[in-house]
């Protein structure tokens, strides 16, 4: 549903010569065939470049939304590729330096992205898609650091010092107090109006306790883990095979329900044989699905919709999309259960319980 959301920041027009400038330390001497501007993104600019003598694109990307994202992608590249899919990167200046812009010079991957399959723009198994895209979120959820919280400097933590007893105690208040920011004073309230943001608020006061399980997580979170961010391609044995998850920009230390909150958010377009098949992949390579785990994940998914509701002005269909989603979630509380029994896997306590750990 992003394609109708509009960008946050203004297309970097470069010029044909700008863009072989930012190449040359990946072209060996070859010249830029042609260049064409990219509609995926709305944080950051985006170029597919053919290149002369190459059958193989090459995508230039510029960060505009967060400069230090490009520094923290290179070295989720480097911790990450030799186990999760990801588009190669073949250079990087993290620091701006030479251009103005961190910018990053991957492999382009083709394939088909998991968005289009889902809103049936695309045809491929499901059971087999969401089988590689459940493996691929435990796998990345397997990597865990010494707390939670959000990275700078390349992959370094935020600096808890003498709070950290505190911050991992108090999750359940730390997450009304985050929904309550996005909502009060005049924030998302003023586009939810009163009558809505009441009933919003109720439920997270009555479930924020629900998130103390997540209290003392420290996987890896991807954070924009969606179908627009992933690629599967179609193997030589009639299989699919996930072949990259894309955009990293966002990535923290949470937990993975976080991601599964954000892959299953407009649920009414994700077929079942989908999500059934996800959630194997998931449990069957370590990741973990507490009680209450579906409503958790829709908790995790309201930090992002009232944290879009914050925007001052609509930016396309961005928030007729999240009230749109408020309403759902709260239409369909009651449906998610209290114990929502898990058919399939091995069902584990809780998310402190992981088979597969690569502590960071």
């Known amino acids: 549903m992003r394609d109708t959301w509009e960008r946050r920041h203004h297309v970097l ?9 930012m190449l040359r330390p990946v072209l060996a001497g070859r010249s830029i065939a042609a260049a064409e501007l990219l509609s995926a993104g709305r944080n950051n600019t985006l170029y597919k470049v053919m290149v002369e003598g190459r059958e193989e694109p090459l995508v230039l990307r510029l960060f505009q939304d967060d400069p230090g994202a490009c520094k923290k992608e290179v070295e989720l590249y480097n911790l990450l590729h030799t186990r999760v899919p990801m588009a190669e990167i073949l250079h990087a200046d993290p620091e701006g330096r030479a251009h103005g812009y961190p910018y990053a010079v991957t492999r382009w991957v083709e394939g088909i992205l998991v968005e289009d399959i889902l809103t049936g723009k695309a045809q491929a198994d499901l059971s087999q898609v969401g089988y590689s895209v459940g493996e691929a979120l ?28 505190e911050i991992v105690v108090d999750e359940e208040k730390g997450y009304q107090r985050y929904i309550s920011s996005c909502l009060f004073p005049d924030k998302g309230e003023r586009w939810l109006g009163p009558e809505l943001t009441a009933r919003l608020w109720q439920l997270v006061r009555e479930n924020a306790h629900l998130m103390q399980v997540t209290a003392v997580s420290r996987s890896l979170v991807h ?80 930090i992002n919709i009232c944290t879009f509701l914050q925007a001052s002005e609509p930016r396309g269909t961005l928030i007729d999309d999240m009230i749109t989603l408020v309403n759902w979630t709260l239409d369909h509380w009651d449906t998610y259960g209290e114990h929502r029994e898990i058919p399939f896997g091995h069902r584990m306590g809780d998310l402190n319980v992981q088979q597969t750990r690569n502590d960071v």
């Open 13 to 21: 027009q470069l010029e044909h010569t700008t863009i072989e400038q």
């Open 138 to 165: 435990a796998t990345i959820g397997s990597y865990t650091f010494a707390h939670l919280g959000f990275f700078h400097d390349g992959l370094q933590l935020d600096d808890w010092g003498d709070n950290a007893e």
């Open 223 to 302: 954070a924009d883990f969606g179908g627009s961010n992933l690629i599967v391609r179609p193997q030589r044995d009639g299989g699919i095979q996930l072949a990259a998850v894309l955009d990293w920009e966002f990535a923290f230390v949470g937990s993975s329900l976080f991601d599964l909150g954000n892959l299953f958010r407009y649920e009414w377009l994700i077929p079942k044989a989908f999500e059934a098949a996800c959630l194997q992949g998931y449990t069957d390579n370590g990741g973990v699905l507490p009680a209450h785990w579906k409503k958790i994940t829709k908790l995790f998914d309201l």
